[in-house]
Nanobody, 121 residues
Framework: QVQLVESGGGSVQAGGSLRLSCAAS?????MVWFRQAPGKEREGVAS???????KYADSVKGRFTISRNVKQDTLYLQMTSLKPEDSAMYYC??????????????????WGQGTQVTVSS
């Protein structure tokens, strides 16, 4: 059982930056950031597979960067130029490598508890 623990959320003003971290209890292959705002479906934000390939949602391309420290089993999400619509609970998830082909939440086996990001205008 892989345990995922997110950190780094908080409240910032529009245009600000935050860096999220996700520590895994041991090595995983596909790791991804999802987010869910109140009343909305959970959506994929960015993914990182074992080969280092990354994928981003169109809404965050050019503003968010996903990275990974394999030795420390830690996933990061650097968020810049934040907008109020980025406000959500952000979740880290992990699954087999093929999971990274999609942003479907059903394809991910392990989930963290989430960290809140609030962006004010």
């Amino acid at each position: 059982q892989v345990q995922l623990v997110e950190s780094g959320g908080g409240s910032v003003q529009a245009g600000g930056s935050l860096r999220l971290s996700c520590a895994a209890s041991y090595g995983t292959v596909c790791m991804v950031w999802f987010r869910q705002a109140p009343g909305k479906e959970r959506e994929g934000v960015a993914s990182h597979n074992s080969a280092g390939h990354t994928k981003y949602a169109d809404s965050v391309k050019g503003r968010f960067t996903i990275s990974r420290n394999v030795k420390q089993d830690t996933l990061y999400l650097q968020m810049t130029s934040l907008k109020p619509e980025d406000s959500a609970m952000y979740y880290c998830a992990a699954g087999p490598d093929w999971s990274c082909l999609s942003f479907s939440p059903d394809d991910y086996v392990y989930w963290g508890q989430g960290t809140q990001v609030t962006v004010s205008s």
